[in-house]
């Protein structure tokens, strides 16, 4: 499949309003473009330090697209994206499986580091069960940091403000489609560190939704996105923990059923769920069905603590799909 040389509407013009043109119909693997940063996370829960992971979207994001390639099982190689990360020299992770497969760019800055509190009170489904604090903060990513050449597709995946509007806007220009987090646009730091959100209607990002094909959000980050008005530009994904997710476009929405889980960490859950839509868009799937998948691999996110790894049987037919400990 040629790659447009300029973005296209990511929608279909009538007929299914959701099917973005992505999907390789049997030819060869199209190539991505995943721009955002690895980081350390510190999970902590009741005041003590219960783990220490690798993660930023883009270490969740590679591992699902990698999961959810289609290949032979004796293939060993690795889906055809490209990560565009940065990280300092005390990146704890380099030979994990996503960091390795795909380095970072290493800066003089520190690593981007999060602490994740976790309440102990059982969280509802759409209520926050986690305080994010960036402690560090590695350099943003620039528009030359790019590679300079087309991708089908770009996922734009930022977790610390490293995604610029210059940045964001190039990787329009490079990828066919363009599917963004809104964690990516919206996060904003107050003076400790802790992750507040601005309203994405008052940030340079919102003039260049017209030009994205899908922004998810969480049920957290959805009232600052405004899904009333951004559903007019682009495909939203409002994603509600154990009770799946939600597409709205302009004149429709679905509801799409969760897959059931036994959560011990729910961070990575959105990312996976990003890549795994993501992946049915490349599996050719239409955006609901995609959705369905994005399901199922936030689902297994929140089954294991960090970036999880994943069976090669989970993705076979007649699988139970119940996640558990
Ligand atoms: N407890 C859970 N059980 C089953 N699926 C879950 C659970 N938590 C999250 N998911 C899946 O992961 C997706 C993203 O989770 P969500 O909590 O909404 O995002 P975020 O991690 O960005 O806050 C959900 O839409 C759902 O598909
Ligand atoms: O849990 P989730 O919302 O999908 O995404 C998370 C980010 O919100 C967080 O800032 C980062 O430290 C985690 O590693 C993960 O990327």
């Known amino acids: 499949m040629p790659?447009?040389?300029?973005?296209?509407?990511?929608?279909?013009?009538?007929?299914?309003?959701?099917?973005?043109?992505?999907?390789?119909?049997?030819g060869p693997a199209l190539e991505g473009l995943v721009v955002g940063s690895y980081c350390h996370d510190v999970l902590i829960r009741g005041g003590r330090v219960v783990g220490e992971t690798l993660g930023g979207a883009a270490a969740f994001v590679s591992n699902v697209l990698d999961a959810a390639s289609p290949r032979e099982e004796e293939e060993q190689e690795a889906a055809p994206f490209v990560v565009v990360s940065k990280v300092g020299r005390d990146f704890a992770y380099a030979s994990a499986p996503a960091p390795a497969r795909r380095p970072p760019l290493l800066c003089a800055s520190p690593t981007t580091s999060f602490h994740a509190q976790f309440s102990e009170a059982a969280a509802s489904a759409h209520a926050p069960d986690r305080e994010l604090r960036r402690v560090r903060a590695c350099d943003p990513i620039y528009p030359a940091d790019l590679p300079d050449r087309r991708f089908a597709y770009g996922l734009a995946v930022g977790v610390a403000g490293e995604v610029l509007p210059e940045t964001l806007e190039r990787m329009i220009r490079l990828c066919r489609a363009v599917l963004v987090d809104a964690q990516a646009l919206i996060r904003a730091f107050d003076a400790d560190g802790a992750v507040c959100h601005v309203s994405l209607e008052d940030t340079p990002y919102a003039r260049l939704l017209p030009r994205v094909a899908f922004l998810k959000a969480s049920s957290e980050e959805a009232p600052y996105v405004g899904v009333e008005t951004a559903r007019r530009r682009c495909c939203v994904i409002v994603t509600e923990g154990r009770d799946g997710c939600r597409l709205f476009w302009d004149g429709g929405e679905a509801r799409v059923a969760p897959f059931p889980a036994v959560q011990v960490d729910p961070t990575g859950a959105g990312d996976s769920f990003l890549a795994g839509f993501a992946a049915g868009l490349l599996w050719g799937l239409p955006a609901t069905d995609a959705a369905l998948?994005?399901?199922?691999?936030?689902?297994?996110?929140?089954?294991?603590?960090?970036?999880?790894?994943?069976?090669?049987?989970?993705?076979q037919p007649g699988n139970d799909t119940k996640f558990h400990q």
């Open 293 to 315: 998948l994005g399901n199922f691999f936030g689902a297994a996110a929140v089954s294991q603590v960090g970036v999880p790894t994943f069976h090669p049987k989970m993705l």
């Open 3 to 26: 790659l447009a040389a300029e973005p296209v509407e990511a929608l279909e013009e009538g007929g299914n309003q959701q099917q973005l043109l992505l999907a390789t119909k049997g």
